[in-house]
């Protein structure tokens, strides 16, 4: 289903909580929303449609991969960049890291750790930051 993006910057910097094998549903709202707004986003974090867990999705060309409770654990190569988000306006400073290294589930709940370059990294550490309440 598709939901609408929340731009309430209280919710949005309240702390998000681990995920359930019983949230799975949230998977299939956020791979539909950010479906809608592939023209706008690339990549949206649960409360971002008003869920306070650590789920994200974001897109690689056409596939919407979804990350269930991910942690980085290595960061290397730190540097400053511009973002915007779908539930704020305009653009934002901020210091990414250009590789990441990600423990996270898929979907089944299987466990995954992979490494992350370049915008795609920029995405998924935009993302955690959702789950911390950190706004850009």
Same mark, same amino acid.
């Given at each position: 289903?598709?939901? $609408?993006i929340v731009k309430d910057i209280l919710f949005l910097g309240q702390k998000s909580e681990l995920a359930t094998k019983d949230d799975v549903a949230i #998977?299939?709202? %956020? +791979?539909?929303? %950010?479906r809608a707004n592939l023209e706008y986003c690339v990549g949206m974090a649960a409360n971002m449609i008003g869920v306070k867990?650590? #789920?994200l999705v974001f897109s690689v060309g056409d596939i919407i991969? $979804?990350?269930v409770n991910p942690v980085i654990l290595k960061k290397d190569g730190d540097y400053e960049t511009e973002e915007s988000c779908l539930s704020l306006t305009g653009f934002r400073k901020t210091r990414r890291f250009e590789t990441i &290294? +990600? &423990?996270?589930?898929?979907?089944? @709940?299987?466990?995954?750790k992979? +490494? @992350?370059t370049g915008f795609t990294a920029? #995405?998924?550490q935009h993302e955690i930051d959702h789950f911390e309440g950190i706004i850009i």
């Amino acid at each position: 289903m598709i939901r $609408p993006i929340v731009k309430d910057i209280l919710f949005l910097g309240q702390k998000s909580e681990l995920a359930t094998k019983d949230d799975v549903a949230i #998977i299939d709202d %956020l +791979v539909d929303t %950010l479906r809608a707004n592939l023209e706008y986003c690339v990549g949206m974090a649960a409360n971002m449609i008003g869920v306070k867990k650590r #789920i994200l999705v974001f897109s690689v060309g056409d596939i919407i991969i $979804p990350m269930v409770n991910p942690v980085i654990l290595k960061k290397d190569g730190d540097y400053e960049t511009e973002e915007s988000c779908l539930s704020l306006t305009g653009f934002r400073k901020t210091r990414r890291f250009e590789t990441i &290294e +990600v &423990e996270y589930f898929d979907k089944s @709940f299987k466990k995954h750790k992979q +490494v @992350f370059t370049g915008f795609t990294a920029q #995405i998924i550490q935009h993302e955690i930051d959702h789950f911390e309440g950190i706004i850009i």
